[in-house]
């Protein structure tokens, strides 16, 4: 079964300086993998996702991740913070079940990413 | 149209009120997905369409009713809600040869039972 663990439930950075969210996931086969991002009473948008292609995924916004097999982690990075940037970010593994068209996404428990001036 | 879109985004209702939340996309995605979402916690799912057919229920209580009348429209009937319920509520969907490139999300409904 597939699980996904994010490390830091709350991440505090200043405006200009790098972003590292973690996010490390257990699998049992070749997974698929995103970060989604909320804004307060927002819902939720797609910032990057990995389907098995280049392990280096560049997503909206300047942010970006890095798939390691060797290490089973999905880290989100971003190399100079916005105040924009303030959200609750989700790493997320798909659970596919191709053959009915659908798939279910397991949900990390979230960061809080605060941005200070 | 690269949107899902939720009404109402707000919603307060009585517990013996019946009231419905509505999701609608031109995507052309066959599965459609309601997700529960309490504060500062990720979102649960409760319900998977696929091709209008009811294919998951996540043993959620019966006074919520899900209802896909067709590949455009997902619903959700609420009826004898409780406090507890209160939440956002998103619905998603996705495309049937691409399960793997994510959701799309609508922005929620608000709901507060009072």
């Known amino acids: 079964a597939q699980s996904v663990t994010q490390l830091d439930s709350h991440v505090s950075v200043s405006e200009g300086t790098p972003v590292l969210l973690r996010c490390n996931y257990s699998?049992?086969?070749?997974?698929?993998l995103f970060w989604y991002v909320q804004h307060p009473n927002k819902g939720l948008q797609l910032l990057l996702k990995?389907?098995?292609?280049?392990?280096l995924v560049k997503g909206i916004n300047g942010f970006e991740a890095e798939f390691k097999k060797s290490e089973t982690s999905f880290h989100l990075t971003k190399p100079s913070a916005h105040m924009s940037d303030a959200a609750e970010y989700f790493c997320?593994?798909?659970?596919?079940?191709?053959?009915?068209?659908?798939?279910?996404?397991?949900f990390g428990a979230g960061t809080r990413l605060a941005v200070h001036p | 149209d690269t949107e899902v879109t939720q009404t109402p985004k707000h919603l307060v209702m009585g517990m013996t009120n019946k009231k419905s939340l509505k999701c609608e996309q031109h995507?052309?995605?066959?599965?459609m997905y309601w997700y529960k979402q309490k504060a500062k916690k990720p979102p649960e799912l409760m319900f998977v369409?696929?091709?209008?057919?009811?294919?998951i229920n996540e043993s959620v209580p019966s006074r919520f009713s899900p209802e896909c009348p067709n590949s455009s429209l997902l619903n959700l009937h609420l009826h004898a809600l409780q406090p507890e319920d209160s939440a956002l509520y998103l619905c998603?969907?996705?495309?049937?040869?691409?399960?793997?490139?994510?959701?799309?999300f609508g922005s929620g409904t608000r709901l507060t039972v009072v």
């Open positions: 998603a969907s996705s495309h049937p040869d691409r399960v793997n490139y994510g959701y799309t």
């Open positions: 699998s049992s086969y070749s997974p698929s």
């Open positions: 990995y389907t098995s292609a280049a392990t």
């Open positions: 997320v593994v798909s659970d596919a079940f191709f053959s009915g068209g659908y798939n279910k996404l397991i």
């Open positions: 995507m052309g995605h066959r599965a």
């Open positions: 369409y696929s091709y209008e057919k009811l294919s």
